[in-house]
């Protein structure tokens, strides 16, 4: 799977195995082609950078362990009751079960080929502050207008202000026809669906519950 990272607020793509930086990029120009629900995950013991493991816990409705979620790994039998879900459990007084979504994303000038790129919850949630929208205020934007993100090119860009990963989204400009039509067919490509799709080790790929509709007009 083909993947865009944001690890240490520095954008790379990761392609057969091979990271390759960006680092003259302060942003990158995408287009959205398809958006997972908002899950959650969990990983016991203390975080390790540069450390990649699969979740210990992870829910694809936030409402109760994945049918995938060893019976011994299940932290509680619903979301609301785990411990987890309670601010201050995690690193930096936050959740220690983190929300995050998986975008389906294409590069401008290569629209049949993507990515997947993974959106922690500071990049989801929140208000839109100085003019710098995160994801759901982004979808609200462009949704009160009358557009969807499937046909917008989306300049993504770091938070300049935050000492974690965390993105912004603005659009740059409508897609011509031609390319609202290649994202059409993409969308349908596999590629797309396992981009959107939790995986995780020794599980099976399932489709996530649609979080917040993305194509919202």
Wanted: proline fraction near 4%; glycine fraction near 6%.
């Amino acid at each position: 799977m083909r993947r865009i990272s944001i690890r240490g607020s520095l954008f790379s793509v990761i392609e057969d195995g091979v990271r390759t930086s960006l680092f003259n990029a302060d942003f990158v120009d995408l287009v959205i082609v398809d958006a997972a629900s908002i899950s959650r995950v969990y990983y016991a013991g203390e975080y390790e950078q540069n450390v990649q493991k699969p979740p210990t816990c992870w829910s694809i409705d936030n409402q109760r362990p994945a049918q995938g979620v060893p019976k011994q790994d299940q932290q509680a039998l619903r979301c609301l009751d785990c411990t987890h879900n309670i601010r201050g459990s995690g690193r930096n007084r936050g959740r220690a079960c983190k929300f995050i979504q998986h975008l389906a994303v294409a590069f401008d000038g290569q629209l049949d080929k993507v990515y997947r790129l993974k959106l922690p919850a500071t990049s989801i949630y929140g208000k839109t502050q100085r003019g710098h929208m995160p994801m759901q205020q982004y979808v609200n934007f462009l949704s009160s207008r009358g557009s969807k993100a499937t046909c917008i090119l989306t300049r993504v860009y770091f938070d300049e202000l935050s000492n974690i990963p965390k993105l912004f989204f603005k659009p740059v400009r409508s897609l011509t026809e031609e390319e609202k039509s290649t994202v059409g067919e993409t969308s349908s490509h596999t590629s797309t669906y396992m981009a959107t799709s939790f995986i995780v080790e020794n599980s099976s790929p399932f489709k996530e519950l649609s979080g917040f509709e993305i194509n919202a007009t």
